[in-house]
């Protein structure tokens, strides 16, 4: 798959976007303008980004508790979710999802998940649903090392196969399962090799180089959309923060931590390839940070300043006809 | 109005026939409902006249669940056939964290508009895996409605507002009453979800019930008629919303309220009724509201000792006695 | 007897402690467990103690508690670590139709000696998918015992006695107790489970509660009393078996009576409590049983609309006020 | 493995006597004297009788809604199942199960299970105890092609994977889920071949060839019992019967029944190997069938006789200590 300067510049920004988001929301966090919990997911920007950045406005996502980089990279506005984050009535959802349950439906995002592995059967409902309406959208699920574990992992993926349903199981696998290695939990080695049990295809990705997971992404979209049915694709990455923001960590080192951020960041690496080729300059770089910096600034302000819902609120939106 | 005689089960199928002729975007997902057009024969008809839209599955009810909201959620409208009402216990987290719960966390951007429908109940003598009554546990879940009709006019226009809802539907259906016949409309309408009929009047006593237990209470009711008792019986046919008007202009004419169910006594609906009652029409009571739900044990084989458990016309007679005599 | 200041996280580690070194037989099984010695911290220095006995699994709910299960039915003691008890949908077969059924269907044959240990409730700002009180679905299935503590030493009593129990106890905390603290009896000791206490003595209403609620009526019983209203707070501690005895003697004392739980009113156990009182303290009251529960919606995130949705102590007071008034 | 002379006239009784009990069963449901839906294993006696001859009696079997032949195959005893079956009070569970839901706690029979895929989670909560108690019994777990696609299936074998469990998953493969073909639901084309997901062994047997089932089930217990941990075994087999009895079977022929039962049955072909071995005479073999018609007789006669519970013994055996 060809992917021009320009949008090698934009999956830049992108992936800076999502880290200056998480950042922000990290520092946010520690100063309790955050109220309940979130999870990071600093370091795997190259998954979230590169997935998305080969699907079309109208496909789904179905997203997990670590989901702001997918909602970012397939679209969301950083202002209203910063609004959702701090509990804003002008948030996504009024302030009645928070960090783990933010959604867009306009952009085709059904929505990140609280409960592990809530997202597979969601995006084989969207995968029949495409196929029954015979639109030529794909569906695309998110999910963790950890929910490659879960029961539903396997009914979903039996189910788009047999179905030949277009939709492509996207594992981050980041190496942990909150404090579980996924040496420990994972039997058979990896969870793409769990395709083969479905008779579909299961590729691993250098998961920290977004032009490997855009082009095996690009292959699972080809191949979902031309109705020969769904893939898992396992991107190998790493969280460098904790699982939740205050996370003690003692499941490993901080040594381990450094040398991922070290020699593996998604962002720095793609950074020296694209200086390297000439697509990057140093001042381009710099630009372009300040303008995310800028936009998430921006955002924050305005959801800072946007009113809290009245506590009414919360009788709504339960049903459509109450 | 002409009227037809038809089974409960006949009119679930003309019903979806309606609906699903209506509405391309109407489809039905489950196991092993082609072959046989469902395994009571629910769907009669169904799967020759829409093949496309009748869909077998492996056995795997959580994603059948998820994947009937996935499907909701992006345009369609599924009716998901839980098979056995016991098998919801594999798929609750898609019911109740997912389904129920999605609109409302996010805001009110998305819709569900999902029947999941099924058979419940117990008599078959088909042990205590396939005759559960679990009702309960979806009224006590926020963002569910809950249908439980028991004669076939209210099937199907039940049946019929459920599919046009936008809202996750709980559709039970009780296995015995498959069979049952009634009569029904030629004409084409709908039943309003969240009403409550009376299905035979009185003055002496109200008895709030639903489903199978309908016509228990009818029974009950024609043999307390002989002693000079007259029951009024309240079939809910929904329990959420909750009609709940119908239950206090009646309580406030009888004085006397028993509420029956299959499901079993502790926790079960008629805690639910019997407490609202109790709040709201405290000063109408002659007696306490009494409840009659099934022992609290699992649905035994035997049919001796099955008998035993579920609730019988005769243990409806004699507590109405109880509460009359009270006074 | 000498008492120590304790949390409800140190009451629950001793307990195990004690129980795990009295029985090898004990064991923990559940998610991320020997990292942080449990994700609240409530096994503290169990991993360590007992290497072999504390053992993390994979996200596999279903089968952690299928495995706890199966593992007490070959001669273990299992206690299960279900994560939140939200999760508790994911698993709702394991514990409904096999692990509450297996010893009745069987005819007596097996016992599943297996604590099903689940951290509830809201007030975390966790959210929709952590934050819920679900202990109904289980009063209302037959085969389970419910403990829903409040304090140190109940937690301790009753875990300790729930791990001897040779039937399956589930057990909720609130994740917001884990940190209170309160008196812990130094020698061993064990509280029945099925025993309700009261914690503080009143003359004109009765607060019927249990779990983090509790302390709010114990609160809101403060505030009123300067009101010269005396409350009395029973607080249940058991919902299955039920103490009953412990709620009629009060409520003949009071006449009055006020049921508080954190889950959603419809169909919440207040309707459970508030039928029974009455139906078999129909003549003592002086005004109708009522109750107070989460507003029917799912727990919302944002701070002011899940104290408005979860019951806070004002709401108690001025029941009580309303049911007084009344009289 | 070896199979001596003795064991193998034994491994044909226990198959007759599977069959015969299964006949019988049917004959009286027909008769309404069987409350209720069973259903029948007849045709399947390879995979319940080989499998149950490599094991101990203090191993552990988990049970399906197809059982009657795991449980004979296990040792227990048909009176007190076919007094179960009548609703009895001296049935195995004093008439409060029935055919679904019949265990024998002291033979290890974990019990039958009216839910499909109820066992997975159980034995491996068995196989951890097992090891928890330092024991080398082993546990299996039999179960149907329809189950294999339950999301149980894959938490309990990933789960005895990364544990290294002695227990076996046995799936009889009669190539139909109640009136699902397998061809339909089951994607990857073999439920052994979902062995590779977990990293552990994963065959596929003649399931109508006791000797070929016995053979691979015996590798798979040596295994397990020397703490190497779990395998998939997927007998291939076929039922004559209906899923349950009344079943109306729109979902296949009479002619593929039939040419099954022609060409496949486990009984014939086993006859038929002992007879040209000279392990067997038309003589014993008639003897066999005789004793085994008799002792199915006197179970049912007994159990017809037995009286029917009280119904307040509805009310007991719901708790140890109530
Ligand atoms: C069904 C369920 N079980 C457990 C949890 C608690 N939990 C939240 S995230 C998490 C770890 C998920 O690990 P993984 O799938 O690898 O995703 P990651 O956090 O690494 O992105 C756990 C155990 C949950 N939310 N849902
Ligand atoms: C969880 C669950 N879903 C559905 C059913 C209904 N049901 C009973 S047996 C059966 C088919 C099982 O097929 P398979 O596993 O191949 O076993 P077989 O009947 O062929 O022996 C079904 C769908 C059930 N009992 N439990
Ligand atoms: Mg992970
Ligand atoms: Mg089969």
């Given at each position: 798959m060809k992917t021009s300067k320009k949008e090698k510049l934009s999956l830049l920004e992108k992936m800076l976007m999502v880290r200056a988001f998480e950042e922000k929301a990290g520092e946010l966090f520690q100063q309790n303008l955050i109220p309940g919990f979130i999870h990071l997911s600093i370091g795997e920007e190259a998954s979230s980004v590169g997935t998305c950045s080969?699907?079309?406005?109208?496909d789904y996502v179905a997203s997990t508790h670590r989901g702001h980089g997918h909602l970012i990279a397939k679209g969301a506005d950083p202002q209203l979710m910063f609004a959702e984050l701090f509990g804003k009535a002008t948030g996504y959802c009024k302030g009645k999802g928070g960090s783990m349950h933010i959604a867009d439906f306009s952009l085709g995002i059904l929505g990140a998940n609280g409960?592990?592995?809530?997202?597979f059967p969601i995006i084989v409902g969207a995968g029949l649903s495409i196929k029954l309406r015979n639109t030529d959208q794909i569906g695309v699920v998110f999910f963790g090392d950890g929910a490659a574990n879960r029961g539903t992992f396997h009914e979903a993926a039996n189910m788009a196969a047999i179905w030949k349903l277009p939709v492509i199981f996207v594992?981050?696998?980041?190496?942990?399962?909150s404090t579980t290695p996924v040496a420990y939990s994972l039997?058979?080695?990896?969870?793409?090799?769990?395709a083969s049990a479905y008779g579909i295809p299961g590729h691993i990705t250098d998961g920290n180089d977004i032009l490997e997971v855009r082009k095996i992404v690009a292959r699972a979209v080809k191949r979902a959309r031309e109705g020969k049915g769904p893939s898992i694709v396992e991107n190998r990455t790493y969280r460098y923060r904790g699982h939740f923001e205050?996370?003690?960590?003692?499941?490993?080192s901080k040594q381990e931590v450094e040398s991922f951020r070290k020699k593996h960041d998604p962002i720095e690496k793609f950074k020296r390839i694209l200086k390297k080729e000439g697509t990057l300059s140093d001042r381009r770089y710099e630009d372009m940070r300040e303008k995310v910096a800028l936009k998430i600034e921006e955002a924050v302000r305005s959801a800072q300043e946007a009113p809290l819902p009245d506590p009414e609120e919360a009788l709504d939106d339960l049903f459509v006809n109450p | 109005m002409t009227h037809r005689i038809m089974s409960c089960s006949e009119a679930l199928a003309e019903a979806l026939l309606e609906e699903m002729e209506r509405d391309d975007s109407v489809f039905i997902i489950g196991e092993d409902i082609r072959a046989h057009d469902g395994i009571f024969g629910q769907f009669r008809g169904l799967p020759k006249r829409f093949p496309a839209r009748v869909i077998d599955t492996p056995i795997s009810e959580t994603c059948i669940v998820g994947a009937g909201l996935g499907a909701a959620l992006t345009g369609m409208r599924p009716l998901v056939d839980?098979?056995?009402?016991?098998?919801f216990t594999t798929a609750m987290d898609e019911i109740v964290n997912q389904t129920a719960k999605i609109r409302y966390m996010f805001g009110g951007q998305a819709k569900v508009p999902m029947v999941i429908w099924a058979p419940d109940g117990g008599g078959?003598?088909?042990?205590a895996h396939h005759s559960?009554?679990?009702?309960s546990w979806f009224v006590h879940t926020p963002g569910l409605k809950v249908v439980v009709p028991s004669e076939p006019a209210d099937v199907k226009g039940l049946m019929k507002s459920a599919i046009r809802d936008d809202d996750p539907v709980i559709f039970f259906q009780h296995?015995?009453?498959?069979?049952q016949t009634g009569h029904v409309p030629q004409e084409e309408y709908l039943i309003p979800i969240g009403k409550g009929e009376i299905k035979r009047e009185g003055a002496h006593i109200t008895l709030i019930t639903y489903s199978r237990m309908t016509y228990l209470c009818l029974e009950a009711a024609d043999l307390l008629a002989q002693e000079d008792i007259e029951a009024e019986v309240i079939d809910?046919?929904?329990?959420?919303?909750?009609?709940f008007d119908i239950i206090s202009r009646s309580v406030k004419k009888t004085y006397n309220a028993l509420v029956v169910h299959e499901?079993?006594?502790?926790?079960?609906?008629g805690a639910e009724i019997a407490a609202r009652i109790g709040e709201e029409l405290f000063d109408y009571l002659d007696a306490p509201v009494a409840r009659i739900g099934a022992?609290?044990?699992?649905?035994?084989?035997?049919p001796v000792m099955e008998d035993f458990v579920l609730p019988q016309v005769a243990d409806i007679v004699e507590s109405v006695r109880k509460i009359l005599n009270r006074q």
């Open positions: 080969v699907l079309r406005p109208d409960v592990v592995g809530g997202g594992c981050e696998n980041n190496l942990y399962a039997a058979g080695g990896s969870v793409a090799a769990r205050g996370d003690p960590q003692k499941y490993r | 839980m098979h056995f009402a016991d098998f078959l003598r088909a042990g559960q009554s679990l009702e296995k015995k009453l498959f069979a809910l046919r929904t329990l959420k919303p909750l009609d499901a079993c006594l502790t926790g079960g609906f022992k609290d044990v699992p649905v035994p084989f035997s």
